[in-house]
């Protein structure tokens, strides 16, 4: 009944009223009326916040907090939590039938990184969750105009997750949730901006949880919620507080045959002590099972667009309590994928049991998780609720708490607005504050403040103390501000400069600071300040100037001397170079070389293999390449690169030591490599038939046909294949382009330049680099997230197999300036598929192929690494189209692959495999619409 009421919107009852003699009968009006209002007012307590509960509607611009019309929860505005950002509100199209709290958002169009700070306990446990509609509040329709929309969540300084709103439908909602340690007296959640789509946010909601739950949750372990299940006849998609005390999210499970629900109203018990999940017991109070006909379920999760299914760490949580009226033996065995779990488990008779692997993240690329009944079994597998999360590292130090409180009483005190001064000052490193400058080189402790850069930052008033209490700082300038009265008498502990030059400061300089400056101790400038009308000192003096001038007079002379010597030099090689040009190389030969089994040529011999570089066959960033031919009349290519040392070139080293280790018919052959203080130089089996973009290219009297171009592509994907799936580890080219596949004689495409290359380990998900490649085939979350994957070479590949479609180059003017996958899209929009192919195929090409090819291309260039296929599925499918290549014949579909979210965003899949106890299987889908490929989708979400 409480539930129940507490959903009503209840009014505080007037309490004054005026007691006089009465009756009996009107004594016990009033006596009712008082047990009414003190019913009431019990009602209301329980109807407002549980104790630690914050609730809050992002962008709501009301002054006065609100209680939610579903669940009572106090939600408050977030002006409070939060420093920039703008409020705005939904399209009207989608206010109706919206929740309260997604009718209004903040977004973040400035800044990298934008914080809300919500106070917490140290050391205490919180599930924090996020919501976000977009419902076009910008009128841009972002989720649909086919760019990319995704930005990120920080919890705390560490990376949670990704928010990927591409193709969604507006009016959806996303939600993630985590289970962390508060580290301070705060929870800070900021939202990182990708560059490929304003951050926002709808609501923020932190509920304490006891110490006891999730006990693998500590200062170093997050969980992000992937899946949280309840079974059983349930009326609501989502059930929350109150029935859930910590109003987590239990979505409801709907079922057809032969699923079979099952409820009880008698008490479901946890062992005393056993607080671990405390799943509330009206969850615990359903189930679902088979038909008795059946004898193993199987859930499997579909990976939505922001996780890594390979590397993937999935922790399940599996409830179970028995409660079948009747006493047959129910007994299965729980599988992760094909790993034994647990075995022989037995639910107890209405009593919790939740089996997990104490905390072990299990690898599980599938999300698939089966319950098999076992042999002595009477009964086939249940299951009341179920719990899905991914490891979340909490590997980032925060900054120094001290620090940090005394940089915010700065801010507060001089009222400082800067852009990206919230959240943690100094970590993740590359989000730290504009003008500190932190130190990071005790990697076991916290980073500290060393520099703090306040010039020209418009500060008035007096100095705070609080920059002098800061024990790591080491620099302070606040120089040109507007500074006024005495300098107090700091307690100077590390500080070496302190300028307060160009301030209005006045009254005597503490001895503390003077003794320190007269020791040479501290580097104090004063100059431009009304104190120095009274002191005449060299802190007083513009030492800049004075520094400058003695610089300049020491400076000129010495460089004008280095230019004769350098002159001098350069004469003097340019003749030495004259009379004997050979010597004068062969004594910059490397003492040391290479431990590679490659041949090693000198810079003579590469004179004599390319008689004496006269040849010139290409030009590129490495250098130039001449041909050659070697003793035994083998042609090569001679790439060569001129530096002064070997350690300025930052290719030549990769590229070596990765073709070194690698031999694949489809990967450019390295025959050797000289290593000369004055040359650099890579030795190939020469390619006569030049690149595939000269091919593509080569005008009107030739042109690959429609066979030979599909060859090709499978050539570039086969050797890609190898250096992603046959390589330990891995290793991602990073540069895949057309001038980048070389052709021989008979037309076999091998991938070459490897100067970008990167070893890929698969214990982690990614790694992070500075955005490298080209123009038109960089992967777009790559450049976003600076985040490698091997799918970084499935995008650019992509746009290669575009390029073999449509002869076109992947960035272009048509009349304005396009690429290549968006012009193709649009053509295809606009008219047919056969608009894109390349004019000079002549229409002589198979339409099936074409249709699968294209798909392909663009299954390949999807804006979410998750979405791409891997390169052995492209080999797979480019085998297809070419039955000479491969025997086994396959289906195909012309049909893009339809995409699915998970790990908390909406509309979600499932799939439940059933298998009788006979080698007969069938498929069951359990709600909504069904694909082609058998996957379900469950309703969308409406915010309850």
Not at 231 to 260: K, V
Not at 566 to 573: A, D, R, S
Not at 680 to 687: C, G, H, P, W
Not at 799 to 825: A, C, K
Request: hydrophobic fraction near 35%.
């Amino acid at each position: 009944p409480f539930a129940v009421s507490c959903f009503q919107k209840l009014h505080k009852p007037d309490r004054t009223m005026a007691i006089s003699h009465c009756s009996a009968s009107t004594k016990l009006a009033w006596i009712l009326a008082l047990l009414l209002i003190l019913v009431t007012t019990t009602i209301q307590v329980h109807c407002q916040s549980p104790p630690g509960f914050i609730s809050i509607d992002c962008g709501f611009t009301n002054t006065s907090a609100y209680n939610d019309s579903i669940t009572g929860i106090q939600f408050d505005p977030d002006s409070r939590f939060v420093e920039g950002g703008l409020s705005n509100k939904i399209s009207a199209e989608f206010i109706a039938g919206s929740d309260e709290q997604q009718k209004t958002l903040r977004s973040f169009p400035n800044g990298s990184r934008n914080c809300y700070t919500l106070p917490s306990t140290t050391g205490t446990k919180y599930m924090l969750r996020a919501t976000f509609t977009y419902g076009n509040y910008d009128g841009l329709n972002k989720t649909r105009d086919g760019s990319l929309f995704l930005f990120g969540l920080h919890i705390g300084v560490n990376f949670w997750e990704a928010v990927n709103m591409t193709n969604w439908d507006p009016s959806s909602t996303i939600w993630k949730e985590i289970i962390t340690v508060a580290p301070a007296n705060s929870v800070s959640v900021c939202l990182i901006n990708f560059g490929s789509g304003t951050p926002f946010v709808s609501a923020l909601e932190l509920r304490p949880l006891q110490d006891l739950m999730y006990p693998f949750v500590n200062t170093s372990v997050s969980i992000s919620y992937f899946r949280r299940i309840r079974f059983g006849a349930a009326t609501d998609f989502i059930t929350r507080f109150s029935l859930d005390p910590y109003d987590r999210f239990w979505e409801g499970w709907p079922f057809t045959y032969p699923w079979i629900p099952l409820n009880t109203s008698s008490r479901v018990r946890r062992l005393p002590g056993d607080n671990t999940f405390q799943v509330p017991e009206g969850i615990l109070q359903g189930a679902t099972t088979l038909d008795t006909n059946y004898s193993f379920l199987e859930i499997s999760v579909g990976v939505g667009p922001n996780l890594d299914a390979k590397n993937l760490q999935l922790l399940p949580i599996f409830h179970f309590a028995e409660i079948n009226s009747s006493n047959p033996s129910r007994r299965f065995d729980i599988y992760s994928n094909d790993e034994l779990l647990f075995a022989d488990f037995s639910p107890s008779r209405f009593q919790a049991d939740s089996m997990h692997q104490n905390g072990r993240f299990l690898h599980n690329p599938t999300a698939t998780f089966r319950l098999s009944k076992t042999r002595r079994s009477r009964l086939p597998p249940l299951i009341n609720a179920f719990e899905l999360y991914s490891l979340v590292r909490m590997d980032n130090l925060t900054t120094d708490s001290d620090d940090v409180n005394y940089i915010k009483e700065v801010t507060k005190h001089y009222n400082l607005a800067r852009i990206n001064w919230n959240g943690d000052p100094c970590s993740p490193r590359e989000y730290s504050w504009e003008g500190l400058t932190c130190d990071y080189s005790k990697s076991n402790q916290n980073p500290r403040i060393v520099a703090v850069n306040l010039s020209t930052s418009g500060l008035k008033g007096g100095l705070v103390i609080s920059f002098m209490n800061m024990v790591s700082l080491e620099n302070l300038d606040l120089s040109h501000n507007n500074l006024t009265g005495a300098i107090p008498d700091y307690q100077i502990k590390s500080l070496k400069v302190l300028d307060l030059s160009y301030n209005q400061l006045d009254g005597p300089i503490p001895d503390s600071i003077l003794q320190r400056s007269q020791a040479g101790l501290l580097d104090l400038r004063l100059e431009g300040n009304p104190i120095c009308s009274k002191v005449k000192d060299t802190y007083c003096s513009n030492k800049k100037k004075k520094t400058s001038t003695v610089l300049i007079a020491v400076i000129v002379p010495v460089v004008l001397v280095s230019l004769l010597v350098v002159m001098g030099i350069l004469w003097k090689l340019y003749w030495k170079g004259k009379s004997g040009d050979d010597e004068d190389y062969a004594m910059y030969e490397e003492e040391t070389p290479l431990h590679i089994d490659i041949r090693r040529f000198t810079y003579a011999e590469l004179k004599l293999i390319t008689n004496n570089f006269q040849s010139i066959i290409g030009k590129g960033g490495f250098g130039i390449v001449y041909h050659g031919t070697l003793e035994n009349g083998d042609e090569v290519a001679v790439k060569v690169l001129m530096e002064t040392s070997i350690a300025e070139s930052t290719d030549f080293l990769p590229e070596v030591q990765t073709l070194s280790k690698v031999h694949h018919k489809n990967l450019v052959t390295l025959q050797g490599y000289c290593q000369n203080k004055k040359c650099l130089a890579l030795v190939y089996d020469f390619m006569p038939r030049g690149n595939l973009q000269q091919l593509l290219k080569g005008g009107d009297d030739y042109s690959l046909t429609w066979e030979q171009r599909l060859y090709i592509a499978l050539d570039a994907a086969q050797g890609l294949e190898y250096l992603h799936e046959s390589c330990t580890p891995s290793i991602v080219h990073r540069d895949v382009k057309t001038p980048n596949i070389l052709l021989d004689k008979n037309l076999v495409g091998v991938i070459s330049d490897f100067g970008l290359s990167r070893a890929f380990n698969d214990a982690h998900t990614h790694i992070s680099t500075v955005a490298a490649g080209t123009l038109g085939y960089l992967d777009p979350e790559y450049h976003a997230t600076f985040q490698l994957t091997v799918k970084t070479d499935v995008y650019s590949f992509g746009i290669v197999l575009l390029e073999i479609i449509t002869g076109q180059s992947p960035v272009f003017m048509d009349p304005q300036t396009v690429h290549l996958p968006n012009w193709v899209r649009q053509k295809i929009a606009k008219g047919s598929i056969h608009d894109v192919v390349d004019k000079r195929l002549l229409d002589q090409y198979d339409a099936s192929s074409l249709q699968g090819a294209v798909d392909l291309a663009l299954n390949c260039v999807e804006n979410a690494a998750i979405d791409r296929p891997t390169m052995t599925e492209v080999v797979s499918r480019l085998k297809t189209w070419l039955p000479a290549v491969s025997s086994d014949k396959q289906s195909t579909s012309g049909t893009p692959r339809r995409k699915y979210s998970m790990n908390t965003e909406m509309p979600k899949q499932f799939k439940l495999m059933i298998s009788g106890v006979s080698d007969a299987e069938s498929s069951f889908q359990s709600s909504g619409y069904t694909d082609g490929n058998g996957m379900s989708q469950a309703t969308i979400f409406s915010g309850r």
